[in-house]
T-cell receptor, first 115, second 117 residues
Framework: QQQVKQSPQSLIVQKGGISIINCAYENTAFDYFPWYQQFPGKGPALLIAIRPDVSEKKEGRFTISFNKSAKQFSLHIMDSQPGDSATYFCAALADRGSTLGRLYFGRGTQLTVWP | DGGITQSPKYLFRKEGQNVTLSCEQNLNHDAMYWYRQDPGQGLRLIYYSQIVNDFQKGDIAEGYSVSREKKESFPLTVTSAQKNPTAFYLC????????????????FGPGTRLTVL
């Protein structure tokens, strides 16, 4: 059973546009929500992460929006660039309990930014 | 340079053979993880270890084995019992037990692509 559901599966955006990727979860014990970026043939790299004590976190062109009541979070990439073309994964983790340290990943979104 | 290394980058295996994938980290991280990645499946957890000499099964542990004899090393053996081992294997580590605001950040190695011939 997929603990974190991610959409869309693929996304095509024009250069300069906004890319938006959405994730949803059910487990209310989750309290750490990272986003990873992966280029073909490489390992994923941590892009940005949020904890539920804030509703938004911004780092450069990347913003996470978090809606605790809806159990949803999303990644916004402003002014998307061709170099942003990659696969993006959302994930969630419960920072306590028997599953301490386990990240649950969404299935990924393949982003293509056209020049 | 601090980081996670995985070797080899590419590995070819004949059916019926066991192979071992190497994962080493010099980040002094407590926890280490093995994931399998297949197209369209995201990352699925095979095994993880939060401390030396201890490890837990993830969601798809059947046909795999691990050991954690040293803090910096977490090798994965793909046994002949694994029916469909062709995949991209990723190792990761995190501070975890040491606490702090960055305790949950997982850092990934470059991966090993395993192909069964």
């Amino acid at each position: 059973q997929q603990q974190v559901k991610q959409s869309p599966q693929s996304l095509i955006v024009q250069k300069g546009g906004i890319s938006i990727i959405n994730c949803a979860y059910e487990n209310t014990a989750f309290d750490y929500f990272p986003w990873y970026q992966q280029f073909p043939g490489k390992g994923p790299a941590l892009l940005i992460a949020i904890r539920p004590d804030v509703s938004e976190k911004k780092e450069g062109r990347f913003t996470i929006s978090f809606n605790k009541s809806a159990k949803q979070f999303s990644l916004h990439i402003m002014d998307s660039q061709p170099g942003d073309s990659a696969t993006y994964f959302c994930a969630a983790l419960a920072d306590r309990g028997s599953t301490l340290g386990r990240l649950y990943f969404g299935r990924g979104t393949q982003l293509t930014v056209w020049p | 340079d601090g980081g996670i290394t995985q070797s080899p980058k590419y590995l070819f295996r004949k059916e019926g053979q066991n192979v071992t994938l190497s994962c080493e980290q010099n980040l002094n991280h407590d926890a280490m993880y093995w994931y399998r990645q297949d197209p369209g499946q995201g990352l699925r957890l095979i095994y993880y270890s939060q401390i030396v000499n201890d490890f837990q099964k993830g969601d798809i542990a059947e046909g795999y084995s691990v050991s954690r004899e040293k803090k910096e090393s977490f090798p994965l053996t793909v046994t002949s019992a694994q029916k469909n081992p062709t995949a991209f294997y990723l190792c990761a580590s995190s501070i975890e037990g040491s606490g702090g605001p960055r305790r949950n950040e997982q850092f990934f190695g470059p991966g090993t692509r395993l192909t069964v011939l």
